[in-house]
Nanobody, 123 residues
Framework: QVQLVESGGGLVQPGGSLRLSCAAS????????MGWYRQAPGNQRELVAR???????NYADSVKTRFTISRDNVKNTVFLQMDSLKPEDTAIYYC?????????????????WGQGTQVTVSS
């Protein structure tokens, strides 16, 4: 059974930083691509960043210069370093995984999801 458990969310002031973690189990982590998504109230869930099993990365334009996705294939964990946070980054952040890097683009086809962690950017 695949489990994805996010941590690291919280309340931060504008301009601050947070580092999200997602611990994976029940899958051959090194063979899977991983993604971070977010959903703000009233909005659709959107892809924020993704990383392939060999480290290829891709970002949404809104976060490209501020967020960094990385992975540790020994600890079966994927990270999202978020810097220069803005109020519009406030959302629930979800970790997800798929066997194919391109599958992560289409939310409807992503098979495995975590429960999410709340990120609030406010003064």
């Amino acid at each position: 059974q695949v489990q994805l458990v996010e941590s690291g969310g919280g309340l931060v002031q504008p301009g601050g930083s947070l580092r999200l973690s997602c611990a994976a189990s029940g899958l051959t982590f090194g063979s899977y691509s991983m993604g971070w998504y977010r959903q703000a109230p009233g909005n659709q869930r959107e892809l924020v960043a993704r990383i392939s099993n060999v480290g290829l990365t891709n970002y949404a334009d809104s976060v490209k210069t501020r967020f960094t996705i990385s992975r540790d294939n020994v600890k079966n964990t994927v990270f999202l370093q978020m810097d220069s946070l803005k109020p519009e980054d406030t959302a629930i952040y979800y970790c997800a995984s798929a066997s194919n890097f391109w599958t992560l683009i289409n939310i409807q086809t992503v098979p495995y999801w975590g429960q999410g962690t709340q990120v609030t950017v406010s003064s």
